[in-house]
Each structure stands twice: as C-alpha cells, then as structure tokens.
C-alpha cells in the first residue's frame, strides 16, 4: 500500500465486497449449503435497501427552520411576542421540518417500488417509509443494479431491516 488507508478507501472496498457478494460472486459456503446461497429466497436473495432523501431540498427545508428560529428570537428580544409565542413558531418550524423530511422519504421508497414493479425478478417484501427502508427480493443482478438510482442510498443485510 501507498499511504494509509482513508475512510474513503475502506468504505468503497466494503461496498465492492457487498455488491459482490450479494450478485453471488461469494465461494464461501459450509457443507449444508451451496456457494452463493447463503442469503437465498427462492433462488434469490433478501436484502435492505436504504432510500436516499435528496439533500438539497432537505437542507432548504433545514436553512428555513433556522431562519424562523432567529426571526423568532428577534421578536422575542424585541418584545413584540413573548416566549410562549416563540416557542411554538420554532415547534411549528420543527414540525414542518419533519414533515419535509418525511414526504422525502416517502418519494424516494414509492420511487424505488416503482422501480421494483418495473423489473423482472425484484419483490418489495416490506417497507418501513419513515425509516426509508425497504426488504427486497430477488435476483443478485437485478438488486446490485439498484445502486445506479438516485433514490437509493445503500445496500445492506436484510438483517438490518429486520432491527427497525
């Protein structure tokens, strides 16, 4: 090696050695079972899929938020409303935050259904979209080229769906 090794450089290997293994590429395999069917349901595999938010519109969401914090705080030490006032514009502020934050999710996961729906050999078993977490099923091909979606931000076990 030419250096240490970066935080980049370890995550982009791990996520090389995932899509590998999850397209079926694995040889490691015990007597009782065959190589590459370790993660197999009905001749395919179970994974979590983590839908991507997009960033721009949630931190426009988040700069608006702040905004309204400290036009609040100026009213307040203003006078022109008093900290009971303030504090509910913030909490209205916060709500509508998550609420932003939420409706993003909820696109980037009926996008990926979508998706799913649009190809041969994938199946959503299960959504989680507050969490933007979906279970899918199917072939190890079919589910590595989910990556290459905006909405998609990573591919992990199906066990960690499971831990929501």
């Known amino acids: 090696m030419n250096g240490p090794l970066t935080r980049r450089t370890l995550l982009g290997a ?28 009905d001749g395919g595999h179970e994974v979590a899929v983590v839908a991507e938010i997009d960033q721009a519109q949630l931190e426009a969401a988040e700069q608006d938020v702040q905004e309204t914090q ?14 009971e006032e303030a504090e509910e514009i913030v909490q209205e502020a916060q709500a509508e935050f998550e609420a932003t934050r939420a409706e993003l999710l909820e696109a980037a996961v009926s996008a990926i259904e979508s998706h799913a729906d649009d190809v041969s050999g994938l199946t959503i078993a299960g959504t989680e979209p507050e969490f933007g977490a979906l279970l899918v099923e199917g072939e190890g091909d079919s589910i590595v080229e989910m990556l290459a979606l905006d909405d998609v931000q990573a591919i992990v ?8």
């Open 14 to 41: 791990g996520g090389s050695a995932a899509a590998l293994s999850v397209a079926g590429c694995s040889e490691l395999s015990t007597d009782d079972e065959p190589a590459g069917q370790s993660d197999a349901v």
């Open 70 to 83: 400290q036009e609040a705080q100026a009213e307040l030490q203003a006078g022109e409303i008093d900290e």
């Open 157 to 164: 076990d199906s066990a960690e769906y499971d831990a929501i």
